[in-house]
Structure formats: structure tokens, C-alpha cells
Nanobody
């Protein structure tokens, strides 16, 4: 069974930075798309970023230029580096795996999900 475990969330002030990690087991990044999504209180899941097996990436417009997704294939970890954080970035952040490597932005294309990590940005 594939397992994804996120870490690195926390409380940060506006303009601050965090790096989220997602450790994957029983999964190889060389064949899948890994994505980050977030869900703010009372809102739907929102796509944040994705990285494909060929290291191509895509970002939501709201985070482009501030967030960077990357992988360490040797450690089976996907990262989300978040700079210039804003209060509207406050949410639970989830990593997810798309086994068909479609690089799509909808949550229903992702098969496996982590438990989430809370990010809170204070103003």
C-alpha cells in the first residue's frame, strides 16, 4: 500500500517561508505525477503545484513565482518550498500521487493522498 506522509507545516508571519515535505513509500517518482493541494476552512480543495516524472512542473497562478515543487528521488520525498507567504495561503496542505502521470490539476486524478499538514500565515 502506498503511503504519503507530509510534514513541515506550522505558523509563520506574512512574508515568511516554509518547506513542506512529503515522504512516499512503495512508490517510485520515476513513473508518476506528484502534486500538492490545499484546503482552507470552508473551501474546496485547490490545486497548488505538480511535478511529473520528467521533472516538468506546473503551478497555480496564485502561487507561481512564490512556491517551488521539487523531488529527491533517492529519498522518495517531494518538497514544496513556499516563500512570500500570505494569509490567504493558510490551509491544510496535502500531497498526492497520480499513478497515470497526467499532470492534471483536479483532485480526482490523484489516487493516493497524505493526511495533510497545517500551514497558518498570520497577518
Amino acid at each position: 500500500q502506498v503511503q504519503l506522509v507530509e510534514s513541515g507545516g506550522g505558523l509563520v508571519q506574512t512574508g515568511g517561508s516554509l518547506r513542506l515535505s512529503c515522504a512516499a513509500s512503495r512508490l517510485t517518482f520515476s513513473t508518476v505525477t506528484m502534486g500538492w493541494f490545499r484546503q482552507a476552512p470552508g473551501k474546496d480543495f485547490e490545486f497548488v503545484a505538480a511535478i511529473n516524472w520528467d521533472i516538468s512542473t506546473t503551478y497555480a497562478d496564485s502561487v507561481k513565482g512564490r512556491f517551488t515543487i521539487s523531488t529527491d528521488n533517492a529519498k522518495n520525498i517531494v518538497y514544496l518550498r513556499m516563500n512570500g507567504l500570505k494569509p490567504e495561503d493558510t490551509a491544510v496542505y496535502y500531497c498526492a500521487a497520480d499513478l497515470y502521470a497526467t499532470m492534471k490539476r483536479t483532485r480526482f486524478d490523484y489516487t493516493y493522498w497524505g493526511q495533510g499538514t497545517q500551514v497558518t500565515v498570520s497577518s
